[in-house]
């Protein structure tokens, strides 16, 4: 059995109200268009998040996928695109410090992505210079996005995103997430920035070089990684799954090393959890049955377009890379908070757990 095969979703969907709420993964794409269409035109953006919050995954992910394309497609004829390029930053220090909130050059991040083509036949190509934050980018409106494709009279949609400075703790490296917001103009049939600029390979290292040398603080280590541009209404979602998947590598690197320099190999638990507002969580304990003092773990809390499968998947790759072979997935959803106030599962609560065959 794999790991994904064991694990239930602990979280709760609520249902669907408003103008989408009879949008069903039995519709076409073609009709799933054009009843987002028709909530972008009424400015229902209640209606919208109520259908990527409300829905299980499968379908909230078609209606997020849909929702993308819907705004993008603009007349024919030359169009504007709005993007976010995800920078996920690794960052230590000894002492607290902060990282600037903006890129002080951020016309030398735009010449660099011309020299290295990721900009393509986009004209009038720009970014903001503020690093903005994945629950700023949420917070714009989905029919604000929508118009502003379509009218330069909205087009100042992401002008008021705010910058966010990077608090960097004291002690282990941490994965921060944020955004370079920007826009460009290309004729509705070639390639845009999203396209241009998706293979990361030819333009990723000298922009990580670049934001290295402008974010840098005294004192911090730090390790800019970008993404591939995304549409506004995806580069959320998009980025915080890359910024988990970089924080289960950093954590795995150190919690196993410290592991197998003490006592081998740990026993990797992974579980199901509930909270209390109908959210649920993925967690990984690596635990050893030579001592029950040691216990780490990793949380990855649910979004609602995550898909339990899928991120559990992500959880049993890392473990593989690390050669950590002795998994078990819990099979029953278990509650925020352990019987001892732990959040994560320790030796003396996987015997309690598993049932062992004799």
Known sequence: MTVAAGLPDPRHFTGVSGTLARVSGQESADQMAVGLRTALAAGDDAAIRSALHGNPPALARRIWQALAKVIDAGDEGVGLRLFALPVVIVAGARKPATLPGAVPAIDRIVSLLEEHGAVGVTRNFGLGNALCSATALEALSPAAIWRAVRDPSERGVADGLPPEPIAVGAGREQVHLRFLVGAGVT????????????????????????????????????????????????????????????????????????????????????????????????????????????????????????????????FLRALTDCRIGNVQPLAQVLPYRMADGSAFIGQRAIRELVQVPH
Not at 201 to 222: C, D, F, K, N, S
């Open 187 to 314: 004729p509705q049939n070639l390639p845009s920035f999203l396209e241009s600029a998706a293979n990361i390979g030819t333009w990723g290292m000298p922009l990580t070089r670049e934001l290295a040398r402008q974010l840098a603080v005294p004192g911090v280590e730090i390790l800019p990684m970008p993404r591939p541009p995304q549409p506004l209404a995806k580069a959320a979602y998009v980025g915080r799954c890359a910024q988990l998947e970089a924080a289960l590598s950093l954590f795995l690197g150190s919690a196993v090393r410290e592991f197998r320099m003490s006592v081998g190999d740990p026993q990797a638990v992974v579980s199901s959890h509930e909270l209390t507002d109908g959210a649920g969580e993925l967690r990984l304990s690596l635990s050893s049955s030579f001592d029950d003092s040691l216990l780490e773990g990793f949380c990855w809390p649910l979004h609602p377009l995550d898909d339990v499968e899928e991120v559990a998947n992500i």
